[in-house]
């Protein structure tokens, strides 16, 4: 038996270890964290994320081989391997702030596992961190005096929020960077025995430190240029008359583009993908690499370009003004199936029109907690309404800003009778039906298609 700790029980540790813990009967494993309402929570019934499949599999193996503790130290001393998945958010003071990673949280798990181990460790890091973070690491833990040993892996977590379980259970690749020394490799092959039980072979595939630590960021950074390229078209086809939906399906059955990440919409959000290219183009910064920063940063620029042309679209389209209006917000996580609000364009989209003096009201199926929780001091200018129809009662707009299922099944002919007209719906995901919306009455705002509109 191997003991397996994970530290930090966020998105990434709850939603990665029960999987693994399931996968290996064998192993014994155990997630810590410093907050300790998140561990009483992973204790309880209602898990702290919602991740369509997780509870099933945390019911499973929490008690069995997968334990949820405060006790940091304690495991850390037992652990044999220990995966850190602490968070990395953007730097916000000193050098680098809003780019470079803040590694406060990494660097502190660090010492802590040095000043906590009597015996030698492989320390995995599943955090997504700035290329050559290993080296720190290991000079960090090799720096003791008892001659303990530790490898220091990178195994960075590909997962995307909504679709965890399938992304570990059935993942396109793991990914494992290691020393090219002894120790290192056998390290690396530990780390792939586990995986091997249940990802195929061919899948698991093996890197050198510094290449596994930077695909992770460049993983991401080319997911999010492909949403902010065909956000970019969606403003020129919006203009033409032109379908951003019918350019994004011809061009994606060109197998060199591939269909996936083409879809148009208010906007990408989440915690990573922003953070994660703002640190790749600190990085370039700081490598003397300007030109090669630049690019990547417009990445995210177009991104906020969006996220803001869809507010003034919604604005210009209202004769100019939404003082006083109620506008009712379809969503407010940042994709649906997910409660995670972090970087959601629903509340930038939300920001820009308490700007403007809008009278707001948010309604999600899992996502209200968070959104009042990340809007801060906003969030006493703004009603959450669990209930759709009541949200868009007597509102003069609808946005659709997060890909709920729910939102699709509704009875618009219901929704429209209770607004007030003309009635407006911007829909920021091409979720609905707009054809059908337009017929019942509605004025349409689709992104990167023409208007369907009854004004003259
Ligand atoms: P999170 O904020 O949800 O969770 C991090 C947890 O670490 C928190 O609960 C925090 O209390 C805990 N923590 C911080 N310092 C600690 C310490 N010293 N000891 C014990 N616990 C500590 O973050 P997350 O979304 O799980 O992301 C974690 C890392 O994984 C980040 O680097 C992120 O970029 C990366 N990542 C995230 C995703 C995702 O979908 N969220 C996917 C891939 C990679
Ligand atoms: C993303 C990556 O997909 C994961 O591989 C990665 O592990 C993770 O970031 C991370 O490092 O945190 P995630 O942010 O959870 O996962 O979700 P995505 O499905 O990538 O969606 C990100 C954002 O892009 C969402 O706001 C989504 O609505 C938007 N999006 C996605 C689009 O606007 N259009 C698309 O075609 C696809």
Redesign the pocket.
């Known amino acids: 038996m191997t003991n397996i700790l994970c530290i930090g029980a966020g998105y990434v540790g709850g939603s990665t270890m029960p999987i693994v813990a399931s996968h290996c009967p064998q192993h014994r494993f155990v997630i810590v964290d410093i907050n300790e309402a998140r561990i009483a929570a992973w204790q309880s019934d209602n898990l702290p994320i919602y991740e369509p499949g997780l509870d099933e599999i945390v019911r499973k193996t929490r008690g069995k081989n997968l334990f949820f503790s405060t006790e940091v130290d304690k495991h850390i001393a037992e652990a044999d391997i220990i995966f850190v998945s602490v968070n990395t958010p953007t730097k916000t003071f000193g050098q680098g702030a809003g780019k470079a990673a803040d590694l406060q949280y990494w660097e502190k798990t660090a010492r802590q596992i040095l000043e906590n181990s009597t015996s030698s460790k492989i320390v995995v890091e599943k955090s997504?961190l700035p290329v050559r973070t290993a080296e720190a690491m290991e000079r960090i833990l090799n720096s003791n005096g008892n001659g303990l040993h530790f490898d220091v892996l990178s195994n960075p977590?590909?997962?995307?929020?909504?679709?965890a379980v399938r992304?570990m259970e059935n993942p396109d690749r793991v990914l494992i960077g290691g020393r090219n020394t002894e120790s290192g490799q056998k390290a690396v092959e530990a780390l792939v025995e586990i995986y091997a039980n249940w990802v195929p072979r061919e899948r698991i595939i093996t890197a050198n430190l510094w290449s596994s630590e930077l695909s992770?960021l460049v993983?991401?950074a080319f997911?999010?240029q492909?949403?902010s390229s065909?956000?970019a078209i969606s403003a020129l086809c919006e203009k033409t008359e032109a379908d951003v939906s019918e350019v994004a399906h011809a061009i994606g059955l060109d197998n060199r583009i591939g269909k996936?990440?083409?879809?148009?919409?208010v906007?990408?959000?989440?915690?990573?993908?922003k953070k994660?290219i703002l640190n790749l183009v600190y990085l370039c910064e700081q490598y003397g690499l300007p030109e090669v920063a630049a690019y990547w940063e417009q990445v995210v620029t177009m991104n906020e370009f969006q996220e803001m042309r869809f507010a003034s679209n919604m604005v210009a389209s209202m004769f100019n003004t939404v003082a006083g209006k109620r506008i009712a917000l379809f969503g407010a996580a940042?994709?649906a199936n997910?409660n995670d609000t972090r970087e959601?364009?629903a509340l930038e989209v939300c920001r820009a029109l308490l700007e403007e003096r809008a009278e707001i009201v948010i309604t999600d199926p899992h996502a209200i907690e968070n959104a009042r929780y990340d809007l801060g001091e906003l969030a006493k200018r703004v009603a959450f309404e669990p209930d759709p129809y009541a949200a868009a009662n007597g509102a003069h707009a609808i946005a659709i800003l997060t890909?709920w299922t729910q939102f699709t099944q509704l009875d618009y002919e219901k929704v429209h009778a209770a607004m007030v007209k003309p009635a407006f719906i911007f829909d920021g995901r091409n979720l609905l039906d707009h054809r059908k919306l337009y017929e019942i009455g509605f004025n349409v705002y689709p992104i990167g298609r023409p208007a369907l509109t009854h004004l003259l």
């Open positions: 997504t977590e590909f997962l995307a929020e909504g679709t992304d992770k993983a991401n997911l999010a492909r949403i065909i956000n996936y990440f083409l879809r148009a919409s906007g990408f959000g989440g915690s990573c993908f994660d940042f994709k997910t959601s364009p890909e």
